[in-house]
Nanobody
Framework: EVQLVESGGGLAQPGGSLRLSCAASGFTFGTSAMRWVRQAPGKELQWVSTLYPWGTTSYVDSVKGRFTISRDNAQNTLYLQMNSLKTEDTAVYYC?????????RGQGTQVTVSS
């Protein structure tokens, strides 16, 4: 069974930092493209970042230069380092992957950026 479990969310002040983690199991993590998506209150799900198995990364424009996606294949864990946080980054963050043509997301972790 494919499982993704996010952690690391919380409350941060504008300009602060948080690091999200996603523990993966049930599939070959090291050869899978992994991504982060988020959903702000009252808004649709938004793609944030993707990390491909060969190391290429991509980001939505609004987080470029502030967020960094990375992975530890030995620990089957995906990370999202979020710096210079803004109030508009407030959302539930999910890690996701596609296995056998089906998308799987975790339960999400809440990130709230507020002074």
């Amino acid at each position: 069974e494919v499982q993704l479990v996010e952690s690391g969310g919380g409350l941060a002040q504008p300009g602060g930092s948080l690091r999200l983690s996603c523990a993966a199991s049930g599939f070959t993590f090291g050869t899978s493209a992994m991504r982060w998506v988020r959903q702000a209150p009252g808004k649709e799900l938004q793609w944030v970042s993707t990390l491909y198995p060969w190391g290429t990364t991509s980001y939505v424009d609004s987080v470029k230069g502030r967020f960094t996606i990375s992975r530890d294949n030995a620990q089957n864990t995906l990370y999202l380092q979020m710096n210079s946080l803004k109030t508009e980054d407030t959302a539930v963050y999910y890690c996701a992957t596609t296995v056998n043509s089906g998308e799987t997301r975790g339960q999400g972790t809440q990130v709230t950026v507020s002074s």
